[in-house]
């Protein structure tokens, strides 16, 4: 009878070791089947970013940046730098002060922006007046003409911005008012090479003072730009271009 007893005690204790190595098995093999289904489920999600169309980070624009950089100009053209307001260009954008510095920049550069979409879109294409003209004679001719089109027209201010926009500012703005000199300055030398060319190309005097003719010509354009702010007609600005042309020839 002990010996039965014994016997028993082993079968059982050997059922509770079987039990227990299934269970471990059962075990592992629910987690295997967890891992895989965790490794495929993230495989997928990798595969669906990858095919998925990005988005650019932050808040998409709701409003067209080209536009409101010319209405932006216009007030920096019509009013000048300094006396246009942040308040004034957030009633002109119709945009919030944030999203104007999101886009732009602060109001100097906002400011720079608005210049380099004039000289893009209003201002005189000088460079492309000399390029197609044949005689220098011809280019400052077509340009002085040109350029008093851009001066005075409807529903737009008048002069020209390079020379307005900061014809007022303070000491504080004094970097701004440098880099429209430059860019004034700029135009001057482009009529002085372009005047060179003419005598290296022989339509032009070898004698002539080119200096001199540089610096009548660009004191002519900026002269124009202020008597067209203070309210001169087209026609009476173009009568000056057309005396201004007859004086070639004292050069």
């Known amino acids: 009878m002990e010996v039965f007893f014994n016997s028993l005690t082993i079968v059982i204790k050997i059922k509770y070791l079987i039990n227990f190595v299934l269970s471990i098995n059962l075990i592992m093999f629910v987690i295997k089947i967890y891992v895989k289904v965790m490794a495929d489920s993230e495989k997928h999600a990798l595969v669906a970013e990858k095919q998925a169309p990005k988005r650019g980070r932050g808040r998409p624009k709701c409003f067209d940046e080209q536009q409101a950089l010319q209405k932006a100009m216009l007030l920096f053209w019509e009013y000048g730098y ?51 003209a044949k005689t220098a004679k011809i280019a400052i001719e077509i340009y002085l003409y040109e350029n008093l089109k851009k001066l005075v027209q409807q529903n ?26 430059l860019k004034r300055q700029q135009v001057k030398e482009n009529i002085y090479q372009r005047l060179q060319q003419g005598v290296k190309e022989g339509d032009l005097n070898p004698h002539a003072n080119i200096q001199a003719m540089t610096d009548y010509y660009s004191t002519l354009i900026q002269g124009l730009t202020m008597q067209a702010r203070d309210g001169v007609s087209a026609e009476q600005l173009q009568s000056v271009v057309t005396l201004a042309i007859k004086t070639w020839e004292l050069f």
Do not use: R, W
């Not at 720079?112 to 000088?126: G, N």
């Open 82 to 132: 300094e006396s246009t307001s942040m308040s004034d260009l957030t009633k002109a954008l119709n945009l919030t002060a944030p999203s104007i510095y999101s886009s732009f920049g602060d109001k100097s550069q906002l400011f720079h922006a608005c210049l380099e979409y004039y000289l893009k879109h209003e201002a005189c294409p000088l460079e492309v007046i000399f390029q197609q």
């Open 156 to 181: 737009k201010p008048t002069g020209c911005m390079l020379v307005t926009a900061t014809m007022n500012c303070s000491q504080e703005h004094a970097p701004i008012q440098h880099d429209l000199l």
